[in-house]
C-alpha cells in the first residue's frame, strides 16, 4: 500500500508512518523553496498547480489509487490535487487547509478573517521587498505559532526559515487567487476528514467549518487544546485520527468487489507549518 503527502518539511509525518504501520508506503514530496527542491523558477507567475505537479505526477505513476493528506499550505495543495485527480484519490485527510480563495469569496461572514490574512501575507512581503527576510519569518511562525514561537527555535530552524520565507508571498498569491469556486467542490465525492485545533486562528477555523458544508462526504474533528501547528505539537493524536480515516476507507473499499486500493498521501503546510519543525 502507498500513502503520498505533499508536506514540508517531510519528517512532520513520522507520526503518522508509525500510525499507518508496515503495509503503508508513505511519501511526503517537499515544495518550491525547501533547501532539498530549491526555488520556484520564476519563468511565469507561480500557482497551486505548479506546486501541485509534483504530486500529480507520482499519483499518475501509480498503479493504484492514494490516500491525500495536507496541512496548512500543503493541505490547500491538496485540495487542489484532489480535484484534478478526483478518481484516483481514495480518502482525503486535512489539516486546517490554507484555502483561503473560499473566504475571499466568502462575502461579509468571511471579511475580517481574510482582512486578518491579507495583512500577514503584506507583511510577510513587505519584509521580503525591503530585505528583512528574519523579521519576516518571525512575524510569520509567531502568527501561526504563537507569539515567542521564533525566540523558541533553534538557531539552524530559524536560518532554514529566513531562506525559505521569499517563496511564502508566492504562496499567499497562490492560495488567495485559486480560481476553484465553493460550487466546485461538490465533485469531491469521496471520504474527507476536515480537522482543525480548539484555538485556530480566525482564517482557517472559518476554513474548517466551510469545508464540510461543501463537500459532498466530509466530517470534521476538532482536538481540544491545539492550534494550527497540531500534527506538529499533538502529533499523535492527529495521526491517529488520519489513521482511522484511512482504515474506515480502506475498510470500505474491501467490500466493494473487484476493487483495490493503494494508499499515497498529500503533505501538509509548506507556508505555515514548514516554519516549526
Known amino acids: 500500500m502507498h500513502t503520498q503527502t505533499t508536506s514540508t518539511p517531510a519528517g512532520q509525518w513520522h507520526q503518522l508512518r508509525e500510525a499507518l504501520g508496515t503495509k503503508y508506503t508513505l511519501i511526503a514530496p517537499e515544495h518550491y523553496g525547501c533547501d532539498s527542491t530549491g526555488p520556484w523558477t520564476g519563468i511565469y507567475a507561480f500557482t497551486l498547480a505548479d506546486e501541485a505537479a509534483r504530486t500529480i505526477e507520482l499519483i499518475d505513476r501509480s498503479a493504484r489509487k492514494v490516500h491525500l493528506v495536507g496541512h496548512s499550505y500543503g493541505g490547500g495543495v491538496a485540495l487542489h490535487i484532489a480535484l484534478a485527480r478526483a478518481d484516483r484519490i481514495a480518502s482525503l485527510s486535512l489539516y486546517e487547509p490554507l484555502a483561503f480563495h473560499l473566504i475571499r469569496t466568502g462575502g461579509a461572514a468571511c471579511a475580517e478573517a ?107 474533528a476538532v482536538i481540544a487544546g491545539v492550534g494550527h501547528m497540531g500534527p506538529f505539537t499533538h502529533g499523535t493524536v492527529v495521526s491517529e485520527l488520519i489513521a482511522a480515516r484511512v482504515g474506515a476507507a480502506e475498510t470500505a473499499i474491501r467490500l466493494r468487489p473487484r476493487r483495490s486500493i493503494a494508499f499515497r498521501r498529500v503533505p501538509w503546510c509548506a507556508v505555515a507549518t514548514g516554519a516549526v519543525s
Do not use: N
Open 114 to 220: 481574510f482582512a486578518e490574512i491579507m495583512a500577514l501575507a503584506a507583511k510577510t512581503g513587505q519584509g521580503v521587498i525591503m530585505g528583512d527576510c528574519r523579521g519576516a519569518a518571525a512575524a510569520f511562525v509567531d502568527y501561526w505559532s504563537g507569539q515567542g514561537a521564533w525566540a523558541a527555535l533553534r538557531p539552524s530552524v530559524q536560518a532554514a526559515l529566513t531562506r525559505w520565507i521569499s517563496k511564502a508571498p508566492l504562496d499567499f498569491r497562490a492560495l488567495i487567487e485559486e480560481p476553484t469556486p465553493k460550487s466546485g467542490y461538490a465533485a469531491l465525492d469521496l471520504p474527507v476528514l476536515v480537522m482543525r485545533g480548539e484555538h485556530a486562528p480566525t482564517p482557517t477555523r472559518q476554513i474548517a467549518e466551510m469545508l464540510p458544508a461543501i463537500l459532498p462526504d466530509a466530517r470534521q
